[in-house]
């Protein structure tokens, strides 16, 4: 049985953060390969500030071209939106019967679990891998059901923002060092986030 790790978000843009946080966990867990599943609409956020479904999969692409445990997933692009983690997982589950998903958030992704669609399932059936990020406040972490499996990794806290990013695009400065080279190449000279 082959384990994946989903690292589900809008990449928009995909960042070296992203980068070393996969790398870590594929680095530092049993997984043994890790899916950038790119979201075309995340429910919890805005979708004006979302770069085309396409731009940002071509992206995650260029940007683990040399990672051969990595791969970036468009399955959510054929899903109906608003796209809910929980109907993702039981659709991969049907294409990849010799597959066990695990889920990676980060800390603060942990907090709000418990508003998650069917979030007692998801929390049931599948390994949760949990990255750590800096919590503005107080940390409430969740309850969680006794048969949950959460695995806490102490992956290096990346506090690269893509909103950041996109806002530094626009006002011309250089974020040359914040994105994977191939993705800088892709982006530069294109009036994508101007």
């Known amino acids: 049985m082959k384990k994946v790790g989903l690292f589900f978000g809008s990449f928009n843009p995909v960042h070296i953060g992203h980068l070393i946080l996969a790398n870590y966990i594929i680095e530092n867990t049993d997984m043994d390969e890790l899916w950038f599943v790119v979201s075309p609409q995340n429910p919890f956020k805005d979708k004006k500030s979302l770069l085309n479904d396409h731009h940002r999969l071509d992206m995650v692409r260029l940007s683990i071209s040399n990672y051969p445990k990595m791969r970036a997933s468009d399955v959510e692009f054929s899903l109906p939106t608003p796209s809910y983690t929980i109907d993702t997982l039981t659709y991969l589950k049907e294409q990849y019967p010799d597959h066990r998903f695990a889920l990676i958030m980060g800390e603060d992704n942990l907090v709000g679990l418990h508003k998650w669609k069917n979030a007692e399932l998801l929390m049931k059936n599948h390994q949760i891998i949990v990255y750590p990020r800096l919590l503005a406040g107080e ?14 990794v102490s992956a290096p806290v990346i506090e690269l923002s893509a909103t950041e990013i996109r806002k530094m695009i626009q006002q011309g400065r250089n974020v040359r060092p914040m994105l994977p080279p191939e993705v800088f190449d892709f982006l530069d000279g294109s009036n994508l986030y101007r």
């Open 139 to 152: 940390k409430k972490t969740p309850k969680m059901p006794a048969d949950s499996s959460v695995t806490v």
